[in-house]
């Protein structure tokens, strides 16, 4: 599956932004998908997943209750609304995808079949 994520953007502290990756193919249902992010001199970090089947969804603790991960199977894409942005959020954000391993797998591990290209967020305060 091929990734296109977008949506990143200037932000100030407190504001918003809604990231999309849009996906190819016809078994996307199937997929579980994830956003991740980096931020400058730090390893990549899980940030929200929802799965393919149950659309269960997960979240780091640093984002809950701010973030929300959502699919659209028709669209073939996956959305993540960031509300109550604050500047430690500034990073580049990825998504990822996967029809092999589970949501917690990619949680605990990093470990997705592929990667979009990355779309930046900055929060500034």
């Known amino acids: 599956v091929q990734l296109q994520a977008s949506g990143g953007g200037l932000v100030q502290a407190g504001g918003s932004l809604r990231l999309s990756c849009a996906a190819s193919?016809?078994?996307?249902?199937?997929?579980?998908m994830g956003w991740f992010r980096q931020a400058p001199g730090k390893e990549r970090e899980f940030v929200a997943g929802v799965s393919g089947s149950s659309g269960t969804t997960y979240y780091a603790d640093s984002v809950k209750g701010r973030f929300t991960i959502s699919r659209d199977n028709a669209k073939n894409t996956v959305y993540l609304q960031m509300n109550s942005l604050k500047p430690e959020d500034t990073a580049v954000y990825y998504c990822?995808?996967?029809?092999?391993?589970?949501?917690?797998?990619?949680?605990?591990?990093?470990?997705?079949?592929?990667w979009g290209q990355g779309t930046l967020v900055t929060v500034s305060s």
């Open positions: 990822g995808a996967s029809s092999r391993y589970t949501i917690w797998t990619m949680m605990k591990t990093g470990r997705v079949d592929s």
């Open positions: 193919g016809r078994t996307f249902s199937s997929y579980a």
